[in-house]
């Protein structure tokens, strides 16, 4: 499975047909005219095909056929078909009828909940990241339902301009990929260079200006969740080539890099909301990819500049994670972090008129 003529040519195979996929249902989308109902913040007035996601889960399925044979924990595949199914399948159904926030969270709940006990990903040890060491069974379990919570929500929120998400998703499950490499966990690494296969035959579509289409709910809470799985599995494993390479304290900070931009702009836009007395899931139009764009004027260098900002930063915490103790290691993306959500707070609060587009 690691050779480069595999990974070619299961991303080219899953690419292929991931293109014939997606404009086959952008077409039965038009001839059917089944268009979701328009939101707030949409920037289309012309009903676009914006499901598409669905497509992504067929296209997971089909691919997981084939890492099936590599996996070493099979059951653990299927689980994941099953949790990605009701995700993207919810998910699509806000994107035909918009669903309540409290309806979308109890599907979420259900499904995050349940995926944590089959798959026993319960965090119970932090292996001493901010000197925290074992957790009780009664927080590990709420704090990561919470975790998978914020992650399907936070993916779900910054797919807002064309070409962010998909390009996000693609520098994610590359990043993984390359640690599930380094961990020979092999249904795992199949599982990332299959998203990576998906969403480049997406992208082309969702920049183009004749056949275009969005990903929706659907495809975006399934990026979520399937980033969430691969992020609790990762902190969770034991193997002992860990020790050898990092302080294993720091095995939680790296997920929060990789999926920096989302978290930065997720938790300031609910400390934003919730300052001026709003639901923090109250629509807006002053997401980070929303100020970019009024910058810019222009999708793709929107989304490019925040993905490059993205790759940047794993490239730099990849580097110091094996150059300076894992303390300092801490301190400097807690550091950075948190900077990072206040300046974008008070960017909103005094720059919001100019900001919505």
């Not at 996996?71 to 299927?78: A, D, I, R, T």
């Not at 035909?96 to 798959?119: G, M």
């Not at 902190?235 to 002992?240: D, H, K, M």
Request: hydrophobic content about 55%; proline content about 4%; some cysteine.
């Amino acid at each position: 499975m690691y050779s480069a003529i595999f990974i070619f040519s299961f991303i080219g195979l899953i690419f292929g047909l991931g293109v014939v996929l997606i404009n086959s249902y952008r077409k039965f989308v038009l001839l059917f005219r089944v268009y979701g109902r328009p939101k707030k913040r949409d920037f289309s007035k012309t009903p676009i095909p914006n499901s598409c996601g669905v497509v992504f889960l067929f296209l997971l399925i089909i691919g997981i056929a084939v890492v099936y044979p590599f996996s070493n924990n099979p059951s653990e595949l299927l689980a994941i078909i099953a949790g990605s199914s009701v995700i993207s399948l919810s998910g699509f159904w806000d994107d035909l009828k918009i669903s309540r926030v409290r309806e979308k969270l109890v599907y979420q709940i259900i499904i995050v909940s349940a995926s944590l006990l089959y798959l026993d990903l319960t965090i119970t040890n932090l292996h001493g990241f901010l000197n925290i060491y074992f957790i009780p069974l009664w927080i590990g379990f709420p704090f990561s339902v919470f975790i998978g919570l914020f992650m399907i929500n936070a993916f779900n929120l910054i797919d807002g301009i064309d070409g962010l998400a998909g390009f996000l998703g693609i520098s994610s499950f590359t990043s993984f990929s390359v640690m599930f490499w380094t961990l020979d966990y092999a249904e795992y690494f199949g599982l990332c260079i299959l998203m990576i296969g998906i969403l480049a035959a997406y992208l082309p579509y969702n920049f183009s200006n004749k056949k275009k289409t969005f990903m929706g709910d659907s495809g975006s809470m399934l990026i979520g969740y399937l980033l969430f799985i691969l992020t609790m599995t990762f902190i969770a494993n034991r193997e002992p080539i860990v020790e050898k390479l990092i302080d294993r304290s720091i095995l939680p900070v790296v997920p929060m890099v990789i999926f920096f931009v989302p978290m930065i702009d997720t938790l300031s836009i609910f400390v934003y909301r919730l300052l001026n007395g709003r639901s923090p899931f109250s629509p807006d139009r002053l997401h980070m990819h929303h100020m970019m764009l009024k910058l810019f004027r222009a999708h793709s260098l929107a989304s490019c500049c925040l993905v490059f900002l993205n790759i940047v930063l794993i490239a730099t915490f990849s580097y110091f994670a094996f150059h300076i103790p894992s303390t300092h290691f801490q301190i400097l993306f807690f550091t950075l972090f948190f900077f990072s959500v206040i300046i974008l707070t008070v960017i909103r609060h005094y720059k919001r008129k100019y900001f919505t587009i």
